[in-house]
């Protein structure tokens, strides 16, 4: 489910009876200078027994049995995945209609836990307030590699790929460009030539495709990264405004890599 699908689902969530929603809102981002050596683990264990304290001080037993279990599946999610935490954990959970709604965002919030009878979504709206639905397009020699985001998350990927052969762009599928291109070096030059000869056609071909996905997927925000004479051909084909520009070539790269030069 789309992430603004979603939290609109969130907003109409409330428990029968009682409380019965944990909101765990956890920031991990290793560049803050109180989180160099993990200090989250900490916060996590300590915020997460609090609520346990809280509950048991008020003495609800069905209410502390069920915390316990999503305490320990919240702890189990988030220590399970500590190579995906990029600036921050967002989780809702709830053994009421078994609500599981877990996003790692490259974007940073104030670490907080709440027990209510709905989900806690104060810092999650602000987010898509701040931080609309985007696009980030990669355009290198060969190939254009478009990020679908929303909140930090990438929530699609499309890659596009030149075919030499037909000169036209095509979904990237089986043998990767550089071991289709290693059949000899006269065939390669052929190919770098072709292309720098019309990389303005190209371009304005594929351009096409991306003004159909801003329209579809309501992006509101689009970057390009890539080498500056790729991004400045590309920006001046597109009919939709670039709202920045990364120049660096990012298309090997981790798309956690990516976001964080988007978004640092």
């Known amino acids: 489910m789309a992430l603004a699908k979603e939290l609109e689902a969130l907003k109409d969530f409330r428990c029968s009876e009682g409380k019965c929603v944990l909101?765990?809102?956890l920031n991990t981002d290793r560049a803050s200078k109180n989180q160099q050596k993990g200090e989250w683990k900490i916060r996590l264990k300590n915020g997460l027994k609090r609520l346990e304290e809280y509950l048991i001080a008020s003495g609800d037993k069905e209410q502390l049995k069920?915390?316990?279990k999503l305490?320990?599946?919240v702890d189990?999610?988030?220590?399970g995945n500590q190579s995906q935490l990029l600036k921050s954990v967002v989780i809702f959970a709830s053994e009421e209609q078994n609500l599981w709604s877990v996003h790692y965002l490259q974007l940073p919030v104030e670490t907080n836990f709440h027990w209510e009878t709905a989900p806690v979504l104060d810092q999650l709206t602000k987010l898509q307030e701040d931080f609309p639905k985007s696009a980030i397009i990669m355009p290198s020699r060969d190939e254009i590699k478009i990020y679908d985001i929303d909140l930090?998350?990438?929530k699609d990927t499309r890659v596009y790929q030149f075919d030499p052969e037909s000169e036209d762009w095509r979904f990237k599928t089986g043998t990767a460009a550089t071991e289709r291109m290693a059949s000899g070096a006269n065939h390669v030059d052929y190919y770098e030539q072709r292309f720098e000869e019309n990389l303005y056609r190209f371009y304005k071909e594929i351009?096409?495709?991306?003004?159909n996905m801003y329209r579809e997927r309501e992006w509101k925000v689009v970057y390009l990264v890539g080498e500056p004479e790729k991004v400045r051909t590309l920006k001046s084909q597109l009919k939709v405004e670039v709202h920045g520009a990364i120049n660096k070539n990012l298309n090997n790269s981790d798309a956690s890599k990516v976001l964080e030069e988007v978004f640092q």
């Open 23 to 25: 909101s765990v809102y």
């Open 66 to 68: 069920s915390y316990k």
């Open 71 to 73: 305490k320990r599946k």
């Open 76 to 79: 189990k999610e988030i220590k």
């Open 152 to 154: 930090g998350e990438v």
């Open 207 to 211: 351009a096409g495709n991306i003004e």
